[in-house]
């Protein structure tokens, strides 16, 4: 099982770098693996197909005329490109192999990992009664457990029909619930009343993700003995640089200006607690995408925290703002893909949307878990802090997307998006000391809180 981590760590890079003799290599030692271990191997079977189908085709010459001693012409047969099949396997629905529930968290193990497109999530309000429900294209073999959880009235599982396992949770006020997969095995989350809601498998209606204050302590003493910070390291990443200046908001300010400004400050609050800490850039400078990770990985970082500021098509310039906090996963909305490919358009280009899909698969079974407990940590850090004087700071939420200056981390890595430059009231903001400094301490405040939370 370590082989296979580290070909998945290869198979990240060779991608991040854009080296496909090395990511076929991995490839192939990944689906090797995977086949000794009994693990679900097809998805890496069928993007090896397709890059190596893609080379031998490149190695053809292309058709030309030949000239024999009698001056016949005969053209050389070069096969036609063939599209490959996706591969699959006639038994491909999933079974259950237990049920089990820790406080208020519902654990479904299944006989294999997950693919989050065997999964539905939808919400009902009727008559005052509410409903959360999860549809898994699956199986119970067994009797379902009697669940109890102490966030909701009710909470029931049951096969729909062949073929679909339904989960329903119900309850007379509104609920919140967070989904997340951790391979093969399934979490579901539900909370009384959160500070940041966030459902992985649903179209997200902003109505439905509300913010109240948070109550973050402070930056103190007691911190530094509930953790050591000094063997802590912590990679800031300010975004864009140089001839990237990001987004160019109100007053035409520039992105790399405020959040470069953003990241010293945060730099300079950790390493009074003792972090170390390092940026990606500390000047106007250009630098790419891949290098921001795998200058966090060469540092052995803990955490790697990228700063971006967020910009609004001109027709909604006055009504979107707010604060964010992202970590990697395919964009679920069309808000989460219009921001990811904003701050993308230095990023890899030239991948198919297999190879796209294949990697984002894989990250999700690795870092998803801590990123997200870190971008809740962060977002409630920095809602708190800023609330202390800009009371009508909006909640964005905590929200998944395919950024790729994420890809490759190997460690818990988010992307803060502090605001919207596009927006007069907080393009201003995000160019005032006293908002830049809050908005770092908000940020050092979630960063030791997850370090405390995550023990």
Known sequence: MHLL???????ITSVVNENKIATIK???GIV???KLLGINYKTYQNELNLLTRKKEISKKKPNKTIKTNKEKSVKQHVPKRVKIPHITNRNTTLKIRSINQKNNTIIIKFDRPIDRKKMLFFEINRDGTYKDIYDFKANLNFKSPKLSLPTVKSAKIAQNRKGKVRLVLEDKN??????YIRKGTLFIEVQKNPKVAHKVHKKTNKKLIKSTKVAIPKITKKYKKSISTSKKIVVIDPGHGGKDSGALGYKKYQEKVTVLKIAKLLKNLLKKEGYTIYLTRDSDKFIKLSQRTHFANLKKADLFISIHANASPKSQKLTLKGIETFFLSPAKTSKAKRIAAKENKSAITNLNSMSKNT???FLNTTKIVQSNKLAIDVQKGMLSK???????TKDGGVREAPFWVLV?????????EIGYITNPTEG????????QKSLAEGIANGINNYFINNQ
């Open 386 to 392: 800023i609330r202390n004087k800009y009371k009508n």
């Open 26 to 28: 991995t490839l192939k």
């Open 408 to 416: 490759g981390a190997q460690m818990p890595a988010v992307l803060v």
């Open 428 to 435: 201003d903001r995000l160019f005032n000391p006293f908002y």
């Open 359 to 361: 990697l984002l698969s």
């Open 174 to 179: 509104k609920i919140y619930s967070n989904a």
């Open 32 to 34: 090797k693996c995977q």
């Open 5 to 11: 981590h580290e070909l998945e760590n290869l198979y």
